[in-house]
């Protein structure tokens, strides 16, 4: 098989298998009170689906707009660093291209783009494997959005625990990892759940996930050299 060939295989699948992360998606926005339309907007025009859950589930328990946009907001700030990774990859030219190639900037186009072994199959897999996902993302979006809308009452219920499953779904393989930064993103994980946990009785819905992320990237930046551990 040709490394092309292989590129495209891997995006795909990679992609195909993300996708279907846009049924839980769909359904978590059905729950916090989105319509069908609302939950494919935010799927086609914030497509970055870890500041989409946070957004519904702020929305969901109760919290403010404010909130759920500044969940939202913390949540995608990576992406401008996988941004900044990448643009010199890319090198899209024009404005249109540009603003085309920074819309499918997430963890998986930026991974697939990173790992391949040259620039002409970085650009193939970021390409191939942010089409694959937009599409699938938005399409199970809408499958989510109306299947959660016919269920009975006792499945709507248990929609409360699709954000928080999705979450974990998503974070899992990266503290499973075996590689030498496993540890600290596991340690970096559990402080902010116990931030979020300490402050959920104290303070309104939401306030406790932006405050979390904000311990989080605390936590996580970069220490000069030589800096005590």
Same mark, same amino acid.
């Given at each position: 098989m040709s490394a092309r060939a292989a590129t495209l295989r891997d995006a795909v699948g990679l992609g195909l298998a993300v996708g279907l992360y846009g049924v839980a998606f769909?359904? *978590?926005?059905?729950? @916090?009170?989105?319509? +069908?339309?609302? !939950?494919?907007?935010?799927? =086609?025009?914030?497509?970055?689906? *870890?500041?989409?859950? @946070?957004?519904?589930? +702020?929305?969901? !328990?109760?919290?403010?707009? =404010?909130?759920?946009?500044?969940? *939202?907001?913390?949540l995608g700030t990576r992406n401008t660093l996988y941004g900044v990774r990448l643009a010199p990859l890319l090198a899209p030219r024009g404005p249109l291209r540009r603003a085309a190639a920074a819309h499918w900037v997430i963890d998986e186009t930026t991974a697939m783009a990173v790992a391949a072994p040259d620039r002409e199959l970085g650009r193939l897999a970021f390409r191939a494997t942010g089409a694959t996902i937009y599409l699938g993302w938005n399409a199970t979006t809408v499958l989510g959005a109306l299947g959660a809308s016919g269920l009975g009452g006792t499945a709507q219920a248990a929609l409360d625990a699709v954000v928080p499953a999705a979450?974990?779904?998503?974070?899992?393989?990266?503290?499973r990892r075996p590689h030498p930064e496993a540890a600290l993103q596991r340690r970096v994980a559990a402080g902010g759940a116990v931030v979020a946990l300490l402050l959920t009785p104290v303070?309104?819905?939401?306030?406790q996930v932006v405050a979390a992320v904000v311990a989080v990237a605390l936590a996580g930046r970069p220490r000069p050299a030589g800096a005590a551990g």
């Open positions: 769909g359904a *978590a926005a059905d729950a @916090a009170g989105l319509d +069908v339309w609302q !939950a494919l907007a935010l799927s =086609a025009l914030m497509f970055t689906g *870890a500041s989409q859950f @946070a957004l519904v589930g +702020v929305l969901g !328990a109760g919290g403010s707009g =404010a909130a759920a946009v500044g969940s *939202a907001l913390l979450f974990l779904a998503l974070l899992w393989p990266r503290l303070v309104p819905p939401g306030v």
